[in-house]
């Protein structure tokens, strides 16, 4: 065993110091507008939506080793404690700024189409869309190679060293939380469909509860097996043999040269400027376009006059909204799919003046068209679903990396590999059917994707890493972050816990503790106000002090997360 390996191991058995998030009755006075205060270290830092995972990437950080391992091996433990929102099975992207280099790359680690995907070959079966579940929305894996990808040109541990949390929760078991009961309920009818699906994930013919040990032995086999043989045996080896059997008996479109075919993809961010802050995001096939034409619009109005959460201020947000996602609904699709002229418009401060004069501040509008006349007919459909996990993660030597994996529905395509204990990603479901499209499912091609990782930069260093998970409820929870933070100048915690609103084709969802006399003055605007409970999203995030270097943790109650640091 390495100096690294016997290191890790060893930390496991020791007693540690760590800060962690103060009780509400520990926060200073006056400061009412949360419940739990800004977790503050300087070593390192790391905020995920499972306690569990973000102790296995403090562990790695105490160990000696970087942001970048913490957040790897946080991530294979959240692949496995937190199955309904991601697993080894589906996709990933991350924002890296290497603290030595100081260098700030984008990962896009999704997956591709399989060679058989075709949109004919979905419309002589007499569909109309991609379907959410079974075989046929199934596109290769990304994860795998993004954790080795990341690991390979940014860490300092072994892909073994990062999955050995992972395997001992998969072997050993782990209490299931109380928010990740509750979803798995919610899809025990879908889990019951597939015999094999339901024999690992119902083990006792229905969903676990909270407080009850879930074990995984098959998927720890498949960890076990890649720890040893390294990504060659997601991709080419027995686990890709596995999965593309699997896929061949049930009609699925990926095959074994699929898999052996794939890469993950060094990227530049994208980025706009936002009242003084660069706000850099990952370009096509994700839809952090979204966040930079929304916040270009925004920037022409003065936000903090109009008062957090009050009705102008969220009718403006909304209508923003509406504008930049008729623009992703168009233009929105696989990298070689989305011209360049496209890309720069859209993130261009020009292009948002003159759709900022679009909004009438008094009144909803109808609806809202692409802003290039493309001939692509697209309306207000939007992709309202999302089960994704985020996480951050910052350390002292200036390495800060934002990451977010998912399996896209809960327990994505509803169907497990074989006997992998691999819950296989319905990311497919993200294409269209329609010819001329540029998001028209074709093989090899990546569908349009709603992960986002964001960062913020200021002169040059890295300020903000965060996320809010959420399919369509990333790019607005973005900005609603942003705009708490840099527009209303909460903290940390505090902009990740304020209300939200989510905004889904005609309907305007907003949380209880937005006032009646809001929700009113919106509606007579003509939004379409709806209660729904539980879809909107979950934040994390680590923001960096630029005078003191303190690194400052936020984690969403809307989770079972926890930000910890040491």
Do not use: C
Request: hydrophobic letters at 45%; zero cysteines.
């Amino acid at each position: 065993m390495t100096p690294r390996a016997l290191a890790l191991v060893a930390i496991l058995s020791l007693p540690t110091t760590m800060i962690i998030a103060q009780s509400p009755g520990d926060r200073p006075a006056g400061n009412p507008r949360t419940t739990r205060s800004v977790v503050m270290a300087r070593r390192g830092i790391i905020a995920t939506s499972q306690p569990l995972a973000s102790a296995a990437g403090l562990r790695v950080m105490q160990a000696g080793g970087n942001a970048i391992d913490a957040a790897v091996t946080a991530a294979a433990v959240l692949a496995v404690v937190e199955p309904t929102m991601n697993g080894v099975g589906g996709d990933l992207f991350a924002l890296v700024f290497d603290g030595n280099a100081k260098r700030l790359r984008g990962l896009n680690a999704s997956g591709r189409a399989g060679s058989g995907a075709t949109a004919e070959s979905l419309i002589e079966r007499g569909l109309t869309e991609v379907p959410d579940r079974g075989p046929l929305p199934v596109t290769v894996p990304g994860v795998v190679d993004g954790w080795h990808e990341l690991l390979a040109r940014h860490g300092t541990i072994t892909l073994a060293q990062a999955l050995e949390p992972a395997i001992a929760y998969a072997r050993g078991g782990f209490p299931v939380s109380e928010v990740i009961a509750g979803q798995w309920k919610d899809v025990e009818d879908v889990l019951r469909r597939d015999s094999p699906t339901a024999e690992v994930f119902l083990p006792e013919g229905r969903a676990p509860r909270p407080g009850e040990i879930f074990r995984n032995p098959k998927l720890a086999v498949t960890l076990e097996t890649l720890a040893r043989d390294g990504r060659g045996a997601f991709y080419e080896g027995s686990i890709a043999r596995a999965m593309a059997e699997d896929l061949a008996r049930r009609g699925g479109f990926v095959t074994h040269a699929d898999l052996a075919s794939h890469h993950s993809d060094w990227v530049d961010p994208i980025s706009t400027s936002y009242r003084g802050h660069e706000v850099v995001e990952l370009p096509p096939n994700t839809q952090g376009l979204v966040v930079l034409e929304m916040l270009n619009i925004l920037e022409g109005f003065d936000l903090k006059a109009l008062g957090h959460n009050s009705a102008d201020y969220l009718h403006l947000l909304v209508e923003a909204k509406r504008i930049a996602f008729a623009d992703r609904n168009a233009y929105l699709a696989d990298p070689g799919a989305v011209p360049a002229e496209v890309v720069a418009m859209l993130r261009s401060k020009d292009y948002a003046t003159a759709r900022r004069r679009e909004i009438n501040r008094g009144r909803a509008a109808e609806a809202y068209a692409p802003g290039v006349a493309l001939g692509l007919g697209v309306g207000e459909a939007g992709l309202g679903r999302g089960d994704t996990i985020y996480l951050a993660a910052a350390d002292d030597q200036g390495n800060v990396v934002s990451l977010i994996q998912s399996i896209y529905e809960s327990f994505g395509a509803g169907i497990v590999a074989g006997d992998t204990g691999i819950v296989l990603h319905d990311r497919g479901a993200g294409f269209r059917l329609e010819a001329g499209h540029p998001n028209r499912m074709a093989p090899g091609k990546r569908p349009m994707h709603t992960l986002i990782p964001g960062m913020v930069m200021k002169n040059g260093e890295p300020w903000l890493a965060f996320g809010v998970m959420g399919g369509d409820m990333q790019p607005q929870g973005h900005v609603q972050v942003l705009a708490n933070l840099i527009d209303f100048g909460m903290n940390v915690q505090e902009a990740g816990e304020a209300p939200r609103f989510r905004h889904v084709g005609a309907s305007l969802a907003l949380e209880s503790a937005i006032p009646a006399e809001v929700r009113a003055a919106l509606a007579v605007r003509g939004h379409q106000i709806v209660d729904r409970p539980g879809v909107f999203g979950g934040f994390q995030g680590v923001l960096i002090d630029p005078a003191t270097r303190v690194l400052m943790g936020g984690s969403d109650p809307r989770k079972d997360g926890l930000a910890i640091g040491h």
